[in-house]
C-alpha cells in the first residue's frame, strides 16, 4: 500500500493537523491506515492518547532516523495505506521518509514565509528525484486558509501554479474542528461539536478525496 | 450522493517499488542542509567518578588477594578500599 509523506521544514505549518484528516478520513471511508509519529513534539502521539482511536487506525510512536525506512518496509506490504508526520525541521530524517514515498504533502500557511522555507522540501524532492532515479509525487497544500483569500496567498498560489506544482484543491480552511482534534481526540465525526462541523467535515472530506485521487493516479 | 460519503478501492491504490539504501538520498540531503539531528552516543567506557587516590604499600600476598577478590567481584580494587574504610569508620564509631 502507499506512503504519504507529510513534510515540511517549517514548524507550525499544519503537518500534523493535515495528517490526521487525512488519516481519519482515510480510515472513515474504508481503508487500515498505520500513523507514524517522527515529531519530537509527539502531536500524533498526544492526539491518540485524547480519545477513541477511530477504527482501523494505529500510530507508531517515536519513530527515529535510523528506524524510518525499515519501519515503513516493514507496514507497507500488509494492506495499510502509511502516513507519515515529520519534524518541522531540516534533518536526514525527513530525506529518509521522503525516500520512501509514493506522494509527499507539503502543508504551507500562505505567507511568504511559509512558502520561502517549504521551498526547501520542494528542492529535496527533486534532488532525492534525481539521486533515487524515480518519481516522487509531491503536492502542496494551503493549511489555515481564510474564507477570502489575501492579496499575498492569491500571489503565492499563482507563483507556485505557474511553476507546475500541483496544489491540493479544496486548502484545509482555519476551523475550530481541525484544531479541536488534539484536544479531544478521535475524528471530526466523534467529537463534540465544534463552530461549523457540517462545513469542517466538507472540507476535510473533500481534501482526503483530492489526496485519494493522487494514490490512485485519477488527477493527473 | 453528498460531497462527503466516498469509499476506498484499495486495489486502485499505486505503490512504486523503492530502494531500502538510504547512501545516496543522505548525501543529497546533507548538501540541502537536511543533516542528521540524532544525538550521536559516545562510544567506550564511561569516565569513572574515582578521581581520589590512595597511596598504599602493602605486603605482596595482601597485594594478590586484593587483587584477586576485585577481579571475582568483577570490580575496582578501589571499591574495596573503599568498603574497607566504611567497615573501619563504623568499627571506631562503636568504640
Given at each position: ?54 477504527q ?10 535510523s ?9 507497507d ?15 536526514r ?24 522555507i ?38 503565492i ?25 488534539f ?24 481534501f ?13 | ?34 543533516s542528521?539531528r ?10 569513572s ?36 574504610w ?8 562503636t568504640?
Amino acid at each position: 500500500m502507499p506512503t504519504v509523506v507529510v513534510a515540511s521544514p517549517k514548524g507550525g505549518a499544519g503537518k500534523s493537523t493535515t495528517a490526521v484528516l487525512l488519516g481519519t478520513g482515510l480510515a472513515h471511508a474504508g481503508a487500515e491506515v498505520v500513523m507514524v509519529d517522527c515529531d519530537p513534539n509527539r502531536s500524533l502521539t498526544i492526539w491518540s492518547k485524547r480519545g477513541t482511536m477511530p477504527q482501523r487506525m494505529r500510530v507508531l510512536s517515536d519513530v527515529t532516523e535510523s528506524e524510518i525506512v525499515k519501519t515503513i518496509k516493514n507496514h507497507d506490504n500488509d494492506g495499510k495505506i502509511i502516513i507519515v508526520d515529520l519534524e518541522g525541521i531540516a534533518s536526514r530524517l525527513v530525506s529518509r521518509a521522503i525516500s520512501q514515498a509514493d506522494l509527499v504533502l507539503i502543508p504551507m500557511r500562505a505567507t511568504t514565509l511559509d512558502a520561502t522555507i517549504g521551498a526547501r522540501a520542494l528542492q529535496l524532492i527533486e534532488e532525492e528525484e534525481e539521486a533515487l532515479d524515480r518519481s516522487i509525487p509531491y503536492a502542496l497544500v494551503f493549511t489555515m486558509t481564510k474564507a477570502v483569500k489575501s492579496k499575498q496567498h492569491s500571489g503565492i498560489e499563482k507563483s507556485f501554479r505557474e511553476q507546475g506544482v500541483d496544489l491540493i484543491e479544496p486548502p484545509l480552511m482555519e476551523r475550530a474542528a481541525f484544531s479541536a482534534l488534539f484536544e479531544f481526540g478521535g475524528d471530526l465525526y466523534s467529537m463534540p461539536e465544534q463552530g461549523n462541523m457540517e462545513k469542517a467535515i466538507e472540507n476535510a472530506s473533500l481534501f482526503v478525496q483530492a489526496v485519494y485521487q493522487r494514490l490512485t493516479g485519477d488527477a493527473q | 450522493m453528498s460531497n462527503n460519503a466516498f469509499s476506498i478501492d484499495l486495489s486502485r491504490l499505486k505503490k512504486q517499488p523503492k530502494t531500502s539504501s538510504t547512501k545516496d538520498t543522505d548525501q543529497v540531503a546533507e548538501e540541502l542542509g537536511f543533516s542528521s539531528r540524532e544525538i550521536v552516543k559516545k562510544r567506550g567506557r564511561k569516565p569513572s567518578p574515582r578521581t581520589g587516590q590512595v597511596h598504599a604499600k602493602v605486603m605482596p600476598d595482601t597485594s594478590v588477594e586484593i587483587a584477586n577478590e576485585a577481579k571475582r567481584r568483577g570490580v575496582q580494587q578501589g571499591v574495596l578500599i573503599e568498603e574497607a574504610w566504611q567497615l573501619y569508620k563504623q568499627n571506631m564509631a562503636t568504640k
